[in-house]
């Protein structure tokens, strides 16, 4: 399986981007798909998952209220609308896939991993 980011981009504090992975089936028959993100010098971190059973999802306390996952299986993606956009949200932001056993968040749970998709916040 791999996983392909797009979306990320250049945009003003206040501003929204979105972004897509493709694709969104994995192997597993329950599984988590999330989105991390890594800035220089610091830990990967955990932004949101969505389950593929009953599509409940998880965020992280930095993001709640301005950034939502879906997924669309039609479309076979994921995306992670993210608005009011802060300077600290600046980062690679990567899609991953992994087994639903814990905590959504935990990147040690996903083994498969896009390349990224930086977003940049001025």
């Known amino acids: 399986v791999q996983l392909v980011e797009s979306g990320g981009g250049s945009v003003q504090a206040g501003g929204s981007l979105r972004l897509s992975c493709t694709p969104s089936?994995?192997?597993?028959?329950?599984?988590?798909l999330g989105w991390f993100r890594q800035s220089p010098g610091k830990e990967r971190e955990g932004v949101a998952a969505?389950?593929?059973?009953?599509?409940?999802?998880t965020y992280a306390d930095s993001v709640k209220g301005r950034f939502t996952i879906s997924q669309d299986d039609a479309q076979n993606t994921i995306y992670l609308q993210m608005n009011s956009l802060k300077s600290e949200d600046t980062a690679m932001y990567y899609c991953?896939?992994?087994?639903?056993?814990?905590?959504?968040?935990?990147?040690?749970?996903?083994?498969?991993w896009g390349q990224g998709t930086q977003v940049t916040v001025s």
């Open positions: 969505i389950h593929s059973g009953g599509r409940r999802t």
């Open positions: 991953a896939a992994g087994r639903a056993d814990g905590w959504p968040l935990a990147a040690s749970l996903y083994n498969t």
């Open positions: 089936r994995y192997t597993y028959s329950t599984y988590y």
